[in-house]
């Protein structure tokens, strides 16, 4: 088994899905929040299991850099490396090394770039970043493409489209090739925690991946800002055939309307009864929209990255928490929100932690921004499964 789709409701065209991987089963559209060298930056993994996170994001650059893909396949993949049970997507290292502009030589064959770490050079390939992403042992992994800039003209836009799709049956060949070296532990044991309360092992044990589970390879779309390119490059990349398509190349500096123009053109010629993942996006209510054109999966920094610059998603707008009006505000930071900070703390003390530069501030409002996000794809789901028509709040 890799993935199945379901599509179990449909709204518009906002859908509602499931998604079955090797550890575990998504509810869709899902937002994933981002662990990028294999944490979600503040917040343990008992407590993103407590949030209901279903599937998180790992970056193959950093953590191919550090610790290492050999360190990660030792341990049995990354969902054992970093005690996560549930389901993982690793991305291929491709936007990474593009956004490495002065340090990296683009070819036919790959990418050389130099570490930002130790300044150390390095080769990703369509072949490597396959050879990498089966190490790490995510459920599902990207096809390796060239991430287009912004702005590119015609020409430049196609031959960076043709580049990709060359890369993905490069990605697909080698991944049909490779995938069973996949270092999952089919009968092996989780290291089972226990909850002090119940005895209630709080890690699923393992023995959900069935004989023959495997990882999925996912293509990308490209194409830039050109809709009949978009188009193209949806067709071919469905004649080279995958489990699912993620849609590449967007929040890369273009104007939001561009952005939902672009996605909501591609998301016609993909498949519907496919996973539909857009990449990158976005700020809460972009999250709301796309689902209400029908992607079905979401990650983003930005409710984490905010969240250590004191920058929180509440029901009643964006708050910038360092401000000064917040010195003697008593109120919970949300109070419509149901999560454990909004239950407990004021504005006031959430303040002095970020102004007294607290590792406490950083974690308290990671935490809300996060449950902020799953709870608005809840009510998005919600919505769906009773046929509503919804929007953002
Ligand atoms: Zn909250």
């Known amino acids: 088994m890799s993935v199945e789709f379901r599509v179990e409701a449909q709204a518009g065209a906002a859908r509602g899905g499931c998604l079955l ?49 050999e360190t990660v396949r030792n341990f049995g993949g990354l969902h054992r490396f970093m005690a996560w049970p549930r389901a993982i997507l690793t991305d291929s290292g491709g936007f990474q090394v593009f956004s490495l502009n002065e ?27 396959m050879a990498v992403q089966i190490g790490l042992g995510a459920d599902i992994i990207m096809a390796f493409d060239e991430c287009t800039e912004y ?42 925690a226990s909850d002090p309360q119940t005895g209630i092992p709080r890690f699923a ?22 809709l009949a390119l978009r188009k193209e490059s949806a067709e071919r990349t469905i004649e080279i055939g995958f489990p699912g398509y993620a849609i590449g190349g967007l929040s890369v500096g273009e104007p939001r309307e561009r952005t939902r123009e672009v996605v909501e053109a591609t998301l016609e010629h993909l498949p519907k ?41 509440t029901s009643e707008g964006k708050i910038s928490i360092k401000q000064a009006r917040y010195a003697r505000d008593a109120g919970p930071l949300d109070p419509n929100c149901g999560c454990c900070v909004c239950q ?30 799953l709870d608005t794809m809840r009510r998005v789901r919600h919505s769906i499964r009773l046929g509503e028509e919804f929007r953002f709040l």
């Open 151 to 192: 702005p590119a003209d015609r020409a430049r836009t196609q031959a960076s489209m043709e580049l990709t799709l060359r890369w993905a049956e490069r990605s697909k060949k080698y991944f049909e090739e490779h995938k069973h070296e996949v270092p999952w532990e089919i009968s092996g044991q989780w290291p089972v």
């Open 103 to 129: 340090l990296r030589k683009l070819t036919e064959e790959g990418v050389t770039f130099r570490s930002h770490l130790d300044g150390s050079s390095h080769f990703f390939s369509p072949e490597n970043s």
């Open 205 to 226: 044990l393992n023995d959900r991946l069935e004989e023959g589970a495997t990882q999925s390879l996912f293509g990308i779309i490209q194409g830039g800002m050109d």
């Open 273 to 313: 009864d496919k996973p539909r993942y857009l990449m990158g996006v976005g700020a809460p209510e972009e999250i709301v929209e796309y689902s209400r054109l029908g992607v079905d999966m979401m990650d983003c920094v930005l409710p984490t990255r905010a969240a250590r610059h004191g920058l929180l998603f």
């Open 21 to 69: 991987t090797p550890h575990g089963q998504i509810e869709t559209p899902v937002f994933m929040p981002v662990g990028t060298a294999g944490t979600v930056k503040a917040v343990p993994q008992d407590v993103l299991e407590e949030l209901g996170v279903q599937i998180l994001l790992g970056n193959t650059y950093h953590l191919y850099l550090r610790p290492g893909v």
């Open 344 to 373: 407990r703390y004021s504005r006031a003390y959430l303040r002095h932690l970020y102004a007294s530069n607290e590792v406490l501030a950083q974690v308290l409002n990671t935490l809300h921004n996060l449950s902020f996000y």
